[in-house]
T-cell receptor
Framework: AQSVTQLGSHVSVSEGALVLLRCNYSSSVPPYLFWYVQYPNQGLQLLLKYTSAATLVKGINGFEAEFKKSETSFHLTKPSAHMSDAAEYFCAVRTNTGNQFYFGTGTSLTVIP | EAGVTQFPSHSVIEKGQTVTLRCDPISGHDNLYWYRRVMGKEIKFLLHFVKESKQDESGMPNNRFLAERTGGTYSTLKVQPAELEDSGVYFC?????????????FGPGTRLTVL
């Protein structure tokens, strides 16, 4: 079975500071990787996805993530945090042999003014 | 275009009662998924429909859970009888048929509390 590890269930950053949310996965085959964000009282919204094209993926709201096969990582970054980035972020993996997504436990991001 | 909708948004029931959750996928999406998140844990897969057929129900916890998707449109997930450990947020997602690169579109979830 696949597993996804998100280090840090809670992350706090100052407004304007770098955001770094970590995601590591276990997969014996090249995976598809996704980052979702959940704002309060809303559903999960796709931020970005890696589908074996460019290893550096740009998403919405200034977020990007880099796929590093050697490190089995797909960390999410944003150069400058905004108050509106406060939300819960989920990393997910899907292999090319199945349909289900495997999620990490989520990281709650707090942005301090 | 309307997104995935779920009803109800919240449900509070007592142990032993029955609850039915409903999911309306995005129109035209043949894939429909149910997931559950128990507090503090990861979002876990429950099952997957392709149209009206169950493609994969390997994540269903036990036979107290019954999912249906009659006609290949909306889906229901019934829990009968509910137990305390069934509490959590139940998410529904849908996607069109196609490759694994397709994202899944998620609904806002139903928060179930079993007392």
């Amino acid at each position: 079975a696949q597993s996804v590890t998100q280090l840090g269930s809670h992350v706090s950053v100052s407004e304007g500071a770098l955001v770094l949310l970590r995601c590591n996965y276990s997969s014996s085959v090249p995976p598809y990787l996704f980052w979702y964000v959940q704002y309060p009282n809303q559903g999960l919204q796709l931020l970005l996805k890696y589908t074996s094209a460019a290893t550096l993926v740009k998403g919405i709201n200034g977020f990007e993530a880099e796929f590093k096969k050697s490190e089995t990582s797909f960390h999410l970054t944003k150069p400058s945090a905004h108050m509106s980035d406060a939300a819960e972020y989920f990393c997910a993996v899907r292999t090319n042999t199945g349909n289900q997504f495997y999620f990490g436990t989520g990281t709650s991001l707090t942005v301090i003014p | 275009e309307a997104g995935v909708t779920q009803f109800p948004s919240h449900s509070v029931i007592e142990k032993g009662q029955t609850v039915t959750l409903r999911c309306d996928p995005i129109s035209g999406h043949d894939n429909l998924y149910w997931y559950r998140r128990v507090m503090g844990k990861e979002i876990k897969f429950l099952l997957h429909f392709v149209k009206e057929s169950k493609q994969d129900e390997s994540g269903m916890p036990n036979n107290r859970f019954l999912a249906e998707r009659t006609g290949g449109t909306y889906s229901t997930l019934k829990v009968q009888p509910a137990e305390l450990e069934d509490s959590g947020v139940y998410f529904c997602a849908s996607s069109p048929l196609g490759g694994g690169h397709n994202e899944q579109f998620f609904g806002p979830g139903t928060r179930l509390t079993v007392l």
